[in-house]
C-alpha cells in the first residue's frame, strides 16, 4: 500500500481544510491510518487516528472538538476535516497507516508506512 496525501494550503484564522489519505495499490483494510503533523526542527505530532477494527478514532487534546476523521466504505480514502484552524495548527500534515496495538497507537513508531506529506499554513 502506497499513501498520497492532498488537500493543504493556506486559511485564515477561523478557517477550515479538509486533507484526503488515498490509498494505492491495495486498501486501508487492516490498517490503522493515523494524522501527524511537523514543524521545523520538531518530532512528529500525533494529531488523530482510526482505527482498522471498528472504526474507533482518537484524537490529540490539541485538535479535539475541531478535527474529524473519517474513511469511505471502500476503504481506500481517509479524510481529515479541519475546523476552527488556528495559527498554531500550521504544520506539514503526513498520513501514516499501520497495525501496532492500542497503547503504541498515538507514536509516528507504530506506523511503517507514509504519505509524502501536505503543507497547512493559517495565517493570523
Known amino acids: 500500500v502506497q499513501l498520497q496525501a492532498s488537500g493543504g494550503g493556506l486559511v485564515q484564522d477561523g478557517g477550515s481544510l479538509t486533507l484526503s489519505c488515498a490509498a494505492s495499490g491495495g486498501t486501508f483494510a487492516s490498517y490503522n491510518v493515523g494524522w501527524f503533523r511537523q514543524t521545523p526542527g520538531t518530532e512528529r505530532e500525533f494529531v488523530g487516528v482510526i482505527r482498522w477494527s471498528g472504526g474507533t478514532k482518537y484524537y490529540a487534546d490539541s485538535v479535539k472538538g475541531r478535527f474529524t476523521i473519517s474513511r469511505d466504505s471502500a476503504r481506500k480514502t481517509v479524510t481529515l476535516q479541519m475546523n476552527s484552524l488556528k495559527p498554531e495548527d500550521t504544520a506539514i500534515y503526513y498520513c501514516?497507516?499501520?497495525?501496532?496495538?492500542?497503547?503504541?497507537?498515538?507514536?509516528?513508531?507504530?506506523?511503517?508506512?507514509w504519505g509524502q506529506g501536505t503543507q497547512v499554513t493559517v495565517s493570523s
Open positions: 501514516a497507516a499501520g497495525r501496532t496495538v492500542l497503547s503504541n497507537i498515538r507514536s509516528s513508531t507504530g506506523y511503517d508506512i
